[in-house]
């Protein structure tokens, strides 16, 4: 239940902010156990990272049609896997920031289904392009929505996911971008064969799907509830409580057993949101060292995956002689060994541990890359095995960079939340997407066997680096409430008022 006090507000629904309230809901939400209601939850959230995979991939693949004469648009491929991936990248991080921001003043639920709009209005805008400006504009908003949705989604998981559920879900939900991949992968083999499809149609139908799968998840998602946590910490008390306890009787009645009663109680002071200048303190001041954690694991990931996607289909096209057009089947494969990754081993990093599991990842990972740059350089892969040493290679490292997002998610005050996964993602991605490529594009695309070797080797390196301080850094956050890992700052501004006060009563 939830008790509210009178030092110059109430908690309950649509009560302005300021008061102090003693609240069960976080304990109450750690100690359901699972069911239909949290299946509602990872299908309506987790399936926007499909589409992020599906968008990516197809794009990439999609690049040399797109530039074709009598494809309807005038553009060229480095056009395409130059400045409308740049943007798209760009997009990303302003979309993050900026909708992270918004997500912990406006609420998550309200924030999840804009950014999902966004993307749809954007990918739909994509598919009837007809200059060169028009494409890059809807990349930039396509991604910008996507940007937005990482910010919204992983706060809502970690909130509403019971603890010692939380790292699981959280791994599987970010692993499914590689579902996307892999769709995108083969879907972008089928539309762009014109025995089915014209060459200037085959692309647009090709966004249009993206649409259409947009619209699906958009009805599931709005029966997603609203972060109760996110709730009573913003002045809707009431709100929070009717919706914890709804979810408690849909529980009771699908199992037929009472739930156990609630262990603890978290006393706080309610808000109406917090400024960039508070959260920038809390994150880089009171927890400096879960800073250079999480910068380590989002920029070790973004270089990795860089290292060895960024030309992914020119090496194999290169250096084995695949044909461009079979390119498609090889990054299937690929996406499957890193969706498996992070399904496979989501499960040890609630029960093993985050520490031992963030950083075997990446140490493991970064090391089986190393070996990779070492037999390539020799000259002893086919594109067969070296598909076959990418898929080991990832398996490990996909479960690792999914580890980051909830590292971040998990490990800060929950009025900074939505914001510190955006800040994280955006340095990240921004590492990954314009920094990379620099590095990168003239090493993978030289022809020279050493040269891509090389490029290998930095990915690996910068892995192997942030596995190192996982070791040093991580936080022991496994089956542990959100709210034990991380103080909420409305707690200590309970605490620090009724200390100003002295006690009741007295």
């Not at 499957?336 to 989501?346: I, K, T």
């Amino acid at each position: 239940m939830t008790a509210i006090g009178h030092d110059g507000g109430q908690g309950g629904r649509g009560n302005g902010p300021g008061g102090t309230i003693s609240t069960e809901v976080p304990a109450r939400l750690d100690r359901l156990p699972w069911s239909r209601w949290h299946w509602m939850i990872v299908i309506g959230l987790g399936t926007v990272w499909i589409l992020d995979g599906l968008e990516v991939t197809v794009v990439g693949n999609i690049a040399s049609r797109l530039s074709e004469p009598g494809s309807g648009l005038p553009i060229t491929d480095a056009q395409v896997i130059g400045v409308a991936a740049a943007l798209y990248v760009a997009g990303a991080c302003t979309g993050a920031l900026v909708f992270g921001w918004l997500t912990d003043r406006y609420g998550r639920k309200r924030l999840f289904l804009i950014t999902l709009g966004v993307y749809l209005a954007a990918t739909a805008l994509t598919a009837i392009a007809f200059s060169a400006w028009w494409f890059f504009l809807f990349r930039f908003l396509t991604g910008f929505g996507i940007g937005g949705e990482y910010a919204a989604i992983n706060s809502a998981i970690d909130e509403l996911i019971p603890s010692r559920y939380r790292g699981r879900v959280d791994l599987v939900i970010n692993g499914s971008f590689w579902l996307g991949a892999m769709g995108g992968s083969l879907l972008s083999v089928l539309m762009l064969n014109t025995a089915f499809f014209p060459l200037n149609v085959g692309w647009r139908l090709t966004f249009a799907l993206g649409v259409v799968l947009g619209l699906v998840i958009l009805l599931v998602r709005r029966n997603v509830p609203e972060s109760p946590r996110w709730m009573f910490i913003h002045g809707r008390a009431e709100g929070a409580e009717e919706l914890v306890a709804a979810a408690e009787r849909r529980i009771e009645d699908e199992t037929g057993r009472r739930l156990p009663e609630p262990d603890r109680a978290i006393t706080i002071k309610t808000r109406k949101s917090t400024g960039f200048i508070e959260i920038a303190r809390t994150i880089f001041r009171a927890y400096p060292r879960r800073a250079v954690l999480g910068l380590a694991l989002f920029i070790g990931q973004a270089f990795l995956y860089n290292a060895i996607t960024f030309g992914f289909g020119s090496i194999l096209v290169r250096f084995f002689n695949v044909p461009s057009g079979d390119t498609g089947y090889y990054f299937a494969v690929i996406a499957f060994g890193n969706f498996l990754g992070p399904a496979l081993l989501c499960r040890l990093f609630d029960t093993v541990g985050r520490r031992v599991m963030i950083s075997g990842t990446y140490l493991l990972s970064g090391a089986l890359l190393f070996i990779t740059a070492w037999m390539f350089g020799n000259g002893w892969l086919s594109a067969t095995t070296m598909t076959a040493c990418w898929c080991v290679v990832l398996f490990f490292a996909s479960a690792g960079a999914s580890s980051a997002y909830l590292t971040v998610s998990e490990v800060f005050p929950m009025e900074t939340r939505a914001l510190a996964i955006a800040f994280f993602y955006a340095i990240g991605t921004a590492a990954g997407g314009i920094t990379g490529p620099l590095i990168f594009s003239n090493l993978t695309q030289s022809g020279v066997v050493a040269d891509t070797a090389l490029a290998f080797s930095i990915g690996a390196a910068l892995m192997v680096a942030a596995g190192l301080v996982a070791a040093f850094l991580a936080i022991p956050a496994e089956q542990r409430p959100l709210e034990d890992v991380a103080e909420p700052l409305s707690a200590r501004a309970a605490a620090a008022s009724a200390s100003a006060h002295g006690p009741a009563g007295g």
